[in-house]
């Protein structure tokens, strides 16, 4: 899981570091979920259509249940 609620901004840097860790983690048979609020990052994954891509949840808890869930 990955808790982005609180980050105000993301830039191509940063989108570029969720990727790549995106792509290790898949390398490794791994799930990655990003939590996200509505907002500037949801919007940007939506932009740039990452969010077919990335598994993302609307809370900490969901995110847990969903990773719960698949164990």
Not at 13 to 29: E, K, R, S, T, W
Request: net charge negative.
């Amino acid at each position: 899981m990955v808790d982005l609620t609180e980050v105000p901004f993301c830039d191509s840097v940063g989108l570029g570091v969720l990727v790549a860790a995106y792509n290790m983690i898949q390398n490794m048979n791994g799930r990655m979920i990003l939590v996200v609020a509505p907002g500037m990052i949801r919007h940007l994954l939506t932009i740039t259509h990452l969010d077919r891509h990335f598994e993302t949840s609307d809370s900490l808890n969901a995110a847990r249940a969903a990773l719960g869930s698949a164990a």
